[in-house]
């Protein structure tokens, strides 16, 4: 019996065109389950963006897609290689490929802002040419990086600690992109901003795209930047508020369909309503 | 009137509080959670502790492996040294030479009592260079460096850091843990003499200037029973104490928990460990180093 083509999945099972693979993909913390059989395949230029409510394991599953947290079962491919049986250095040269923006930009607070966008420059161990570069070659991508991220090379020797949440992001994107990785992950790069710099943050994420045709996938939960960023959604949903054999994936696809989604839970979360959820509030 | 206070604002509430479902169940919850749970909480606890113990061990290999692979990181090694180094410096100098004093003081009126303060250098310099040099300065390091550097690397946990050093390909026990364990170790002997020195000045000062022993006795039967192998002793010990200060307090603010209170605990954590560690070792490696001693020279030194 032939079944109906999966409109809902846009990626391409062609296994070479895969950069990010996921199987089974299984995470517990303690007693808590937070990814359950999580299987997902993304493809070179795809940008993704993974939505979902707080705590349903967004976060968890990006970490693990390089490595920064390791899977209770399960298998990710990174470019046909599986992180599971990669030793630490073999690990480190891989994720040196890669660019992760953290949700507080995490920047090394005792290095200037210069510094932090070397870094990647500096000490990764990245076989890119741009590490093999002279220091003055490496300052000026540095301010070229700066620039690209719309900000005054006066900024250069400040310290993160004196910039705002907005200006931080924009570093964090900086030292991200610095070495022209292949794939850059984003964790919730918008929350927390002013609706003016988070729309920036999006310009600034789709630039990147058209210019270094990197990879993206991004962990949001705002609808906005997921509909204006991405090419394809994936929502997650908590693991306990699902039954045993559902799918913890509710949907993925292109944003168009996301409107057209049958599933409650789904509309649910773009309309961003709690409707039945009031009801388990505990109001006396 | 207590009676009136006791009925009339007392029991209402506690009636009223006991009316309240939820506090019911949380009281019935937390007994039920205590009775039975002395042995559970003693496993709970040992079980912890294997944990730890097991981790630190995985912890100190990594430290190893990656020590020996690549060059060290010279700016976070330059760093720690100067936090070690030059900044404890006058603090264990000055605790040393207060130290040095104490001991003066302390021994003088058992001495003279028979007669023997004329001695009382060898057993001031001799207790300085084996035991209160080295754990003094380890004690000063733990405090001032240790809890600081659980600290800094706790923040950077809980600030993701410590995960954006690892995607951009940069192994942080190479890049964090590793200088400072260096850095700690090639310094802590410098303060431990530095100890020993400011206590040896100290305790002569005292003994000479203020006791009124003569300071040529002083120095001679010190010279007669502290010998090089003490000041070594003393040497091999902190090495041991460094060693430990700096990988505990690294593991433990690695290992921090979320949030501030997670930071703090991790430097309370790396302190207190750190310093029931460096006693616990000055036992072992002190039963050690004498029996090695013994071995080679059967002889010995001994102080009468």
């Not at chain 1, 984003?186 to 927390?192: A, C, I, L, R, S």
């Not at chain 1, 789709?206 to 996938?217: D, F, G, P, Y």
């Not at chain 2, 100190?60 to 760093?79: N, Y």
């Amino acid at each position: 019996m032939a079944t109906a083509p999966d409109t809902i999945s846009n990626t391409d099972h062609t296994f070479s065109q895969n950069l990010v693979e996921t199987q089974k993909l299984n995470m517990r913390f303690g007693d808590k389950q937070i990814l359950r059989d999580l299987t997902v395949s993304i493809r070179h230029g795809q940008t993704v963006a993974i939505i979902g409510e707080s705590g349903c394991g967004k976060t968890v599953f990006l970490k693990t897609l390089v490595g920064l947290l390791k899977p209770t079962s399960g298998f990710v491919l990174f470019d046909q290689q599986d992180l599971g049986v990669l030793s630490e250095p073999e690990l480190s040269r891989l994720r040196s490929r890669t660019g992760f923006v953290f949700q507080n930009s995490a920047l090394f607070d005792s290095l200037t802002v210069a510094e932090n966008i070397a870094f990647p420059l500096l000490h990764s161990s990245s076989d890119s040419t741009r590490t093999k570069l002279s220091i003055d070659d490496q300052f000026q991508l540095v301010k070229q990086a700066l620039r690209e991220v719309g900000m005054a090379e006066t900024t250069l020797k400040q310290h993160p600690a004196d910039l705002s949440g907005g200006m931080r992001k924009r570093v964090g994107l900086a030292r991200a992109l610095i070495l022209q990785p292949e794939l850059v992950l984003y964790d919730e790069p918008t929350t927390g901003l002013d609706p003016i710099v988070s729309d920036i943050i999006n310009e600034l994420i789709m630039r990147s795209r058209l210019k270094h045709r990197v990879t993206s996938i991004l962990v949001t939960h705002d609808m906005k930047t997921a509909r204006k960023v991405a090419d394809r959604i994936l929502m997650l949903y908590p693991i306990h508020r699902l039954n045993e054999y559902e799918s913890q994936i509710l949907f993925d696809g292109p944003p168009s369909e996301i409107e057209h989604c049958t599933d409650p839970r789904v509309q649910q979360f773009i309309q961003g309503e709690a409707g039945s959820r009031l009801r388990e509030l505990d109001i006396v | 009137m207590l009676r009136t206070l006791i009925t009339e604002v007392f029991t209402p509430w506690t009636e009223k509080m006991a009316s309240i479902p939820d506090l019911q169940k949380t009281r019935k919850n937390v007994e039920v959670a205590h009775a039975p749970s002395f042995l559970t909480s003693v496993f709970q606890q040992l079980d912890r502790v294997t944990f730890v113990i097991g981790d630190l061990t995985l912890f100190v290999f990594q430290i190893i492996a990656w020590g020996c692979r690549l060059k060290l990181r010279q700016g976070t090694f330059v760093k720690a040294a100067y936090q070690i180094g030059v900044l404890s410096l006058p603090v264990v100098g000055l605790t040393g030479m207060f130290i040095g004093m104490v001991l003066a003081v302390q021994s003088f009126f058992q001495f003279s009592q028979i007669g023997m303060e004329s001695r009382m250098g060898a057993v001031i310099n001799l207790t300085l260079v084996r035991e209160l040099g080295p754990v003094l300065a380890a004690t000063m390091l733990a405090g001032r460096v240790g809890s600081a550097m659980a600290a800094e690397l706790g923040t950077m946990r809980v600030t993701e850091q410590i995960d954006a050093l690892k995607s951009m390909g940069v192994n942080p026990i190479h890049f964090l843990v590793v200088p400072r364990v260096f850095a700690a170790l090639l310094l802590i002997p410098v303060l431990t003499l530095m100890a020993d020195f400011m206590g040896i000045v100290g305790g002569f000062a005292y003994s000479h200037y203020i006791l009124h022993i003569d300071a040529h006795q002083y120095f001679d039967f010190s010279r007669q029973y502290v010998t090089g192998f003490d000041l070594l002793a003393g040497i091999i010990k902190s090495l041991f104490f460094g060693g430990c200060i700096a990988v505990v307090s690294c593991y433990f603010g690695f290992h921090s928990n979320r949030g501030a209170q997670g930071v703090g605990n991790a430097a309370t954590a790396a302190f207190v460990t750190s310093f029931v560690l460096i006693l616990v070792m000055d036992l072992f490696v002190g039963i050690s180093l004498d029996k090695l001693y013994y071995y080679f020279n059967p002889a010995g030194a001994s102080l009468f």
